[in-house]
């Protein structure tokens, strides 16, 4: 027990700080990157689709070769379609565009001999020529980047103070911005640029050259417009579960067991996995075998260098592992900014779903999307652009006639309901037992949603409580189907949990819009005692981190309601999920009584 709540502990320190400074961020929002055989990838029916999930985001793809085929001629026509497409119909999406460098004039650094016995342009292409623009119009892959030509390349390279390490990606990125920037929020650069099919990982294998491209690029965005948010290329989850294990071992922080139950999770080695990502599979015997392997495991530069050195200003990573394990990747990232001495970073997912398991139901792809998207959002990765192809790794939202399986329901509950509405109201509770995420539309408190389920797959008997001034609007399972909740005692409900997760949607009641604070105390007099703010321990005025932190450790059992009695606002000898709502209420609105 004391683990568990040291670890939420240091999920709550991590993560709220994050919500409270920059809350507009934590704000719950989704995004697709999602295709069907029914239609082209990228195109405006694929687009509507995604737009009829309930979508506020989608991922677009700009290779810099489509959009300027020769030094200083631009052409914008094709990401001026992918725009529009996002953009028109009801409900409006935005777009994040992710920038590829691509092949062509800026990559003409190898010969069209070598590049085709390398297998990046077709022969066989008719209209290819013994000429360094064959691969300009025929890659085999146009999404694979070369490094630019004119990119610094030398150990001991300093940037120009102009353009950063490379002139023409300068110039390039700074036309795109100059001609979108009021149509932009996060730009990222590449693509899993520690994966050969993405990036030239056989010139750069521990993406130093990657860094100054990103750096590159960042310098160009913000010279434009500074708010817009540079985003690095995301790494994938499993190699990044092998980086942060060997970093747990090494450290000392956690033992070898916790190692090894966190490998299984997060690395896709598991037997039941219908596609395993393919790699150094690590030895899962035994906690020492994985550990003896893990220390003389080499292949970590891209992650270390990419938290010491990456000059961006959002943290991306790719997902397809367990709902249980996402949060070791957030605080992973969060650590090291507080170690290399950073701003903590916000973090998004820009690729998150499910790994297809053997002899699983379309349901249980739609109830394992469900809880990964809910741990998602819980942890403030507002942005949740997941990635869904016929046929592909992850969990299929449609068919390949483009017709809706039950993970399409799934999303558009989340997306329809969280979606722009709510944010995180508190790091996910996690027992051994049960998962709950709570969140709450934070501008007027007007409503507060409790997601909850079973996190061994049994079936548990959970209390719901009613947060007061709050009446139940609906209590519906994944699929969006109507639960029972049983009246217990005031203000609680008892319903049957499994891994099916439940989601429970308390309203304001009827009359003045209730806030998660206290209510309006009578004028106090000299005798009167002054109005408690919910979570202010010290009595202060303010509800600090520290104080949230052990509100919720009160809350668990962990520590007596002496240290922090202003934490039970009704005084009933016990903290509740209302409370600590309350308590992150006065945190972000202050301790005004209103």
């Known amino acids: 027990m004391r683990r568990a709540v040291r670890r939420l502990a240091l999920v709550a320190l991590l993560v709220l700080p994050a919500a409270l400074h920059a809350h507009s961020l934590a704000v719950a929002r989704f995004g697709m990157l999602g295709n069907s055989e029914a239609w082209p990838w990228m195109s405006a029916a694929s687009f509507n689709a995604q737009r009829a999930l309930g979508n506020q985001f989608a991922r677009i793809d700009i290779v810099w070769n489509d959009l300027q085929r020769a030094d200083g001629s631009f052409d914008f026509t094709v990401a001026d379609r992918r725009f529009a497409d996002v953009e028109r119909g009801q409900p409006s999406m935005r777009a994040i565009p992710t920038i590829y460098v691509g092949r062509g004039w800026m990559t003409c650094t190898l010969d069209c001999d070598e590049l085709f016995r390398g297998g990046t342009c077709e022969p066989q292409a008719t209209e290819c020529r013994p000429q360094c623009g064959c691969c300009q119009r025929c890659p085999q892959n146009p999404s694979a980047s070369a490094i630019p030509e004119d990119l610094a390349t030398a150990a001991d390279a300093e940037p120009d103070p102009a353009f950063g390490y490379s002139r023409s990606y300068y110039e390039f990125v700074r036309a795109f911005v100059e001609r979108y920037r009021e149509r932009l929020e996060y730009v990222v650069i ?246 709950r995420s709570y969140f709450i539309e934070p501008n007027t408190g007007s409503s507060v949603i409790e997601i909850v389920w079973s996190n061994d797959d049994a079936a548990h008997e959970a209390i719901i409580e009613q947060p007061e001034g709050y009446a139940l609007n609906a209590a519906v399972d994944y699929l969006g189907r109507p639960v029972t909740l049983v009246p217990a005692a005031p203000r609680r409900f008892v319903a049957t949990v499994s891994a099916d997760p439940i989601l429970v949607r308390w309203d304001a009641a009827l009359g003045p819009t209730p806030t998660p604070t206290l209510s309006r105390s009578p004028t106090p007099t000299p005798t009167e005692t002054p109005p408690v703010c919910a979570g202010d321990c010290d009595g202060d005025g303010t509800v600090r981190v520290d104080e949230l932190v052990r509100a919720v450790a009160i809350a668990l059992g962990a520590q007596p309601l002496q240290t922090c009695r202003a934490a039970d606002a009704d005084a009933d000898g016990s903290v509740s999920i209302g409370e600590l709502v309350r308590a992150v209420g006065r945190a972000l609105e202050g301790c005004a009584v209103r």
């Open 190 to 435: 590449e693509n899993e640029a520690n994966n050969g099919v993405y990036w030239d990982i056989g010139r750069d294998p521990d993406n130093l050259l990657y860094l100054r491209l990103l750096a590159t690029a960042t310098k160009a965005a913000h010279d434009v417009q500074p708010n817009i948010r540079v985003v690095d290329s995301g790494l994938v989850s499993t190699f990044l579960g092998l980086c942060i294990a060997k970093h747990w071992i090494e450290s000392g922080n956690h033992t070898a067991q916790e190692t090894y139950d966190m490998v299984r999770e997060l690395t896709s080695y598991v037997p039941n996995a219908v596609d395993p990502v393919p790699g150094p599979a690590p030895p899962l015997d035994s906690p020492a075998q994985l550990e003896a392997f893990l220390r003389g495991y080499e292949d970590c530069g891209p992650l270390y260098n990419l938290a010491a050195q990456a000059p961006s200003d959002v943290w991306n990573f790719h997902y397809y592992e367990s709902p249980r394990t996402v949060r070791v990747i957030t605080d992973y990232f969060r650590e090291m900014d507080l170690e290399f001495g950073r701003p903590v970073r916000h973090v998004i997912t820009n690729e998150l779903s499910c790994r297809p398991q053997r002899g699983a139901t379309l349901e249980d792809e739609a109830r394992c999307l469900f809880q990964q998207e809910v741990a998602a959002q819980s942890l403030g990765l507002s942005l949740a652009v997941w990635y869904s192809v016929w046929g592909h790794t992850g969990t299929n939202v449609w068919d390949a006639d483009g017709s809706e399986r039950p993970a399409a329901r799934s999303h558009r509950l989340l997306a329809t309901t969280l979606g722009g509405r709510y944010a995180a109201a508190l790091p996910p509770a996690v027992t051994s037992e049960l998962v």
